[in-house]
């Protein structure tokens, strides 16, 4: 599975219906970032990395804004 934050692969094992999910949130983000509760420890492993990449996105763009 693609994680467009993390911008890597990540190799999970899921079923057909976590897929269905997936694609419907639009993609493992937005899978991971609507629940809330994860529902395995790495799901909340990756969700926390998510978070904290998007976190770390968010404050270089406010950093080349205020250089500007």
């Known amino acids: ?6 911008r890597e692969r990540i190799k999970v094992s899921v079923s057909v219906k976590a897929l269905e999910l997936m694609d419907k949130a639009g993609g ?5 970032l609507g629940q809330r509760l ?14 904290r990449r998007r976190l770390e996105l968010e ?9 500007k």
């Open 28 to 32: 493992l983000d937005g899978y991971l």
């Open 1 to 6: 599975l693609w994680s467009e934050t993390l």
């Open 59 to 67: 404050e270089e763009r406010a950093d080349r804004i205020r250089t």
């Open 38 to 51: 994860p529902e395995s420890v790495l799901a909340a492993k990756l969700r926390e990395r998510i978070l």
